[in-house]
C-alpha cells in the first residue's frame, strides 16, 4: 500500500476513535485528504474500524460526494436543479467547460479541477449556484465562470474566491460567505431578537410532563413536510423504553427548492440548539445529533463555535443552567450528499455509519431508532418554534395561524419573481397573497413543496391556502412564468428521484426509470394518448407500493400536472398510425439488433445492395 | 405509535373479511400463512429477519398499503389481500423485476424452480407491459463450486441475510444508489475470495438463477421441478384450509 495513504487513514480513523458508526466521517475524511477512496483506502478503513470491507464500501458507494475514482484538488459542483437551468445554468456550464478544457464530470490532466453536478444545493434564491469544495458561490455568470476558474488555476484556493461577503452572519469570520439571507419578510416566531437562555430556564421551571403538555397546547406541527405533532412524538419518545435517547435535528434540507433552514443555522442558530436542549429535558435525553447536509459545510465551523459558546454559558453539557442531573450536549453529523437522508430513518442509518437507507417502521424512531434507542428526529425550524414557545408561551404561538396549523411557517421562495428568498408568514396564507408579497407578477404554476410537492395552476388554485390541510409545504415555492415549459420541471424532477431513490425497493428502484423513459418518449413528440393512462397508473402503483416516503412522493411532478396541467401533455401525443407504436424506432431497433449481432443485418445489406 | 411490550396474547383481525386469530409479535404475513392464506412473497423466506424490498406482498391495512412480511399483526385491523387493485400493484411489481433484470427462462437453469417465474405464472403473467431496461451486469464464476449470474438478480437479500445470520459469514451486502444498486461479495471483489462454501445455506437462499450450483445442471428434468404443476404458494394454502373461520370483522 502507499504510505501516504495509510497514513491518511490511520491517521483519519485514529480520530474518531475507529469507531466504524462515524463511517460517513471517516470516509468523509480520507476523500479529502487523498481525492478519493479507492480500493486500497476501503480495505485500509476496514482494517481500522474492524468493519467488514463491503460495509465501508457500501458506504463509499451510496453518498454522492464520495469517489473511488481521483478527484481533482478542487471540485465544481454546478447545482443542476430546474431553477438553475432556467437561470442560465447551460451557459455556465459551458464557459466552466471551454475555460477549463474538460466536459461534466472529468478532471484536468493537472489534477488540480473536477468539474461536476449536483441537485438543488438550496441556493435557488441565488442561482445559478455551485459548491467549490465546500465554498457555495453564487450568481453564476458565464464571465464570474471564467474568472474562477482563472484564480483556481492560481492559487487553489476556493476560500479566496469570496470576494464580498454577504449580509448578517454570512460575513461572521467562520462563515465567510457570498451567500446572502435575502430574508424579505420576517415575521414574529423565528427571527425576533433571541433572549439567551430565557427559554430553557423556563423549560426547566416545569416538568417534562408540563412542557410536553405546553408544545402541545401550542398546537406546533413539524415543519419538516409531514406535520406530525411534535407534543405527540415527544410523549411517545418519553415513555419508550430505554436508557439512551437522543434529539435529532433534522438539517439535511435536501427537497429542492428549500433554503429556508439555511438560513435559520447562519441567523438563530441558538434558537434551534435551546430547542434540542428542551426536547432533551422534556424526553429524558442526554445526547442530540444535528444532521447538516454535506452541501452546507460552509456553516460547520460556525455552528461547532456556537455550540462551544453555549457549553462555556453552561446552556450545553453537565448540570444545565446549575440543573442537577440535566446533562445534554450535541454533535453535528454532515451529510455527504444524498437526498434520501433527509427522510428520518435514512438519516438515522447515515448518522450509524452505514448507507442511508430508510429502517423497516414500525419500529418507529421513538421507540427504536438510532442504534436501537428512542430517538426524536424534529426539523431545524421546528426546534427553533419550541424555543418560542417557551419564550412567549404556548397561546401566543397559537394565536398564529388555524386551528389545525397554528403558528408562522417559513417559505423559500425562488423562480420567476421579483423578490426571491425568505418569509415568514402565518400559516393559512393564501398562495395569492405570498405570490404578490414576492413579487410574482405573472405565474402561470407554482410548485408547493418542491418535487415531492405538487404545481398547482394559475389562477384556479391562487385562492388556496398554504397549511397543512391545504398546500402543505416544507418550505418550497418555485414559482414559473408562462414562457417556462412545465415539461421541462417535470423531467427534471423526475431525473431528481431516479438519482436520489436508494434502490432498496423495487417500485421505486424501477418504477421512476420507467416514468422517466415514458415522459422522455412524450417529450420527443413520440407518445401517444394511452401513455398518459400508463403513466397514472405506474404512478399511483408507485405511491402506493413503495417502502418510504420518497418513493410515496416521487411520482407527484408527473401525477399531479397530469391532473391541473393535462392539456401539455395531450398537445404533444397523438396515436399511431395503423395501430403501430409511435415510440417504435424501427431503424433504431435495427441498429440496436446489429450491435448485438455483430454485423449487419441482412435486410439492410440487401437494401444497400440494390 | 406508542409501543406495548406485552406477553404474546391472542389479536383477532381481518383478512380479506375471514376473521383471523393470530399471536401479537406475528407478521401479517406469518399470521396469514399460519391458517393456510398465501401472500405472495419474494424477499421474505421463512426463519430471515423481514427485509421488505420487494414489495410484492403489499397488503392494505385498514385501507393503507403496507407490506405483509414486516407489518406486525394489531387487534382489529382489516387487511385485504386479494382485490383487484392489489392485484395488480403485484403484478406490476414482479413485471418490473423482469424488466430490470436480463431474465431469458428458456435457458436458465432455475426455470421450474424460480420463485419470481412462478409469481409470473400464478399471476397470468404472459409477457410484462413495462419496456425491458436491458441494463449490462457481470456473471462472476470465479469461485469453484458456485456461481453467481447478476443479470438475474433481483436485489432480494435473501443471500445477503442468509450468510449473514445463518451461515454467519457475511458474504454478500449491496453497494451503490438507486438504479445502480447491485450485489457485491465480501471480502475481495470476486465470488473466489470469500469464505462462501458451496454448503452454505446462503446458496440455497436465492429465489432465482442468480446463485447457483456448478455442474448441477438441469439434474431434476424440467416437467418435474417445484411449480411446473402446482403454482407456488399452494403448499401454504391447501394443507391448513379448514382453521380458516369465516366470520364477519369484528
Ligand atoms: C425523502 C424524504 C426527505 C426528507 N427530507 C427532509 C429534510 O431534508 N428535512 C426535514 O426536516 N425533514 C425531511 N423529511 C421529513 C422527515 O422524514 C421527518 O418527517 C422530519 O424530519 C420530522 O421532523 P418534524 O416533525 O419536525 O417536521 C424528509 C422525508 C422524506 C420522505
Ligand atoms: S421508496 Fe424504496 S427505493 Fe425509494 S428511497 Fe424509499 S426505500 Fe429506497
Ligand atoms: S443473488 Fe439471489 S438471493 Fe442474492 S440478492 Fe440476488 S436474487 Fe436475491
Ligand atoms: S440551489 Fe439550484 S435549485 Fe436550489
Ligand atoms: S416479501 Fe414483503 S416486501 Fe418482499
Redesign the interface.
Known sequence: MCEALGRAVREVCGALDNDPTRMVDIVRGVQQKMGCVNEEAIDAIAHWTGAQRVEVASVVDFYSFFSREKQGKVVIRLCDDIIDRFSGFAAVREAFESELGITLGQTTPDGLITLDRTPCIGMCDQAPAALINDVPVTHLSTDKARRIVRELRTHGDPKKLVKRVGDGNNAHPLIHSMVENNVRLEGPVIFTPERRGEAITKALAMTPAEVIRAIKTSRLRGRGGAGFPVGMKWEFARAARGERKLIFCNADEGEPGTFKDRVILTERADRVFAGMTIAAYAVGAREGIMYLRGEYAYLLAFLEAVLERRRKDGLLGHNIMGRHGFDFDVRIQLGAGSYVCGEETSLLSSCEGRPGEPKTRPPFPVQKGYLGCPSVVNNVETLACVTKILEEGAASFAAYGTQASSGTKLLSISGDCMRPGIYEVPMGIALREVLDLCGADEPSAVQIGGPSGRMVVAPDDFDRTICFDDLATGGAVMVFGPERDLLDVVAAFMDFFVEESCGYCTPCRVGNVLLRERLEVIRQGRGEPSDLKYLEELGAMIKATSRCGLGQMSPNPITTTLKSFRSIYEARVSPGAHGFRRSFDLEEAVAQAERIAGHESVHRQEVTHE | ???V?LPTSEVIFTLDGVTVTAQSGQTVMEAAEAVGIYIPRLCHKEGLE???????C?VTVNGR?A?AC???VADGIAVESESDQIR??RR??IE??F??GNHFCMFCEKSGNCELQALGYRMGIVAPR??Y?WPKRPVDASHPDVLIDHNRC??CARCVRTSRDVDGK?A??????????HL??????RLCDTKLDVTDAAVDACPVGAILRKRRGFETPIGRRLYDHVPIGTGVEQPVELTIREGSPS
Do not use: D, H, K
Open positions: 405509535m406508542s409501543e411490550i423481514p427485509y421488505g424490498s420487494c414489495r410484492v403489499t398499503p407490506s414486516t407489518t406486525p395488480a400493484w406490476t411489481v418490473m423485476l424488466v430490470e413495462l419496456p431496461l433481483i436485489l457475511q454478500f451486502a449491496f453497494v451503490g444508489r438507486g438504479s445502480r444498486r457485491a461479495v465480501n471480502p475481495g471483489s
